[in-house]
């Protein structure tokens, strides 16, 4: 549908600001209106996307159907119902089925496929909802299985380098304001990029750094650049190593620190509240 002029000026916007208004990367909102015909935005005689009101609202819908297990291809038939019952959704959730199918490609060291089932994902859904549905529960199942060392080392150093190149061909992140710092205190160089990359869906300004080994070069770093929040992500700390940490960085003027690791989760747990602190026990949690 063709749009005049004047309702560009006052009522329509560009896919820019649809993503920015609902965190949905405009990756996956082209791929919604192309493959689901999930969203139908005017064109202006260039053909450009414009968008309303009514689709941000429309979006948020999705999203809603989304987190609930629906697939996106089932979504539009619930969204034309108009109905918020779950029992209407006539849909199993296709997660657990995407894991499995992730694992064993995985575990069969067949790059080519779990590359395919990881793109197609993440194309449809958001960044979050892959992450706490999709990938993290594969990734914990990964884990479990002794038998699967060599393919889960295989997969990280693949996945950190399919995720950064996701990350510099998506949309462009804000430039000014304060930027979120995030620091790989340890070897969850995966686990960082992958708080960085639903960051950039966000269009957050962020600074990613690694190779920190205490937390006295935490408080450094932030002293120096003075960041409006810090994420430090530290998985394979212990809770006694955590403990020392979350003391030092309990005495330093730190504000809007998020720690990620189960060792700082349980050393927070015995404790009084840090001003300024909050601790989690995995990028999922963190997420939700």
Not at 66 to 94: T, Y
Not at 145 to 162: D, G, I, P
Not at 193 to 222: D, F, M, N, P
Not at 247 to 256: G, I, K, Q, V
Request: hydrophobic fraction near 40%.
């Amino acid at each position: 549908m063709n749009i005049t002029t004047e309702l560009i000026a006052s009522d329509y916007f560009p896919i820019r600001i649809l993503s920015e208004q609902t965190g949905v990367n405009s990756v996956t909102l082209r791929a919604w209106e192309r493959r689901y015909g999930l969203l139908k935005p005017f064109r202006t005689e260039k053909g450009h996307r414009l968008y309303c009101l009514q689709d941000v609202e429309r979006v948020k819908r999705i999203l809603y159907w989304i987190n609930q297990g629906v697939s996106v291809g089932k979504v539009r038939a619930l969204l034309d119902s108009g109905s918020d019952d779950l029992r209407m959704k006539g849909d199993e959730d296709q997660w657990p089925d995407w894991q499995w199918q992730f694992i064993a490609a995985v575990v069969e060291l067949n790059q080519s496929k779990w590359q395919r089932l990881f793109q197609e994902a993440s194309k449809q859904y958001p960044v979050s909802v892959l992450l706490k549905k999709g990938l993290l529960p594969a990734l914990q199942k990964l884990r479990n299985q002794k038998s699967a060392l060599v393919a889960r080392l295989c997969l990280q150093s693949a996945l950190v380098e399919r995720v950064s190149s996701i990350k510099t061909s998506g949309a462009k992140v804000k430039t000014d304001g304060p930027i979120t710092l995030i620091i790989n205190a340890d070897n969850s160089a995966l686990m960082s990029h992958l708080v960085c990359w639903s960051l950039s869906e966000s269009q957050q300004l962020y600074r990613y750094i690694e190779g920190v080994k205490t937390a006295a070069e935490v408080s450094v770093l932030v002293g120096a650049l003075q960041p409006g929040a810090t994420i430090l992500v530290a998985e394979s700390l212990t809770q006694a190593e955590a403990e020392k940490w979350l003391s030092f960085l309990s005495e330093a003027p730190l504000e809007n620190l998020s720690l990620i690791g189960s060792g700082f989760w349980l050393g927070m747990l015995g404790t009084k509240p840090i001003v300024g602190i909050k601790a989690y026990s995995d990028v999922s949690a963190f997420l939700s």
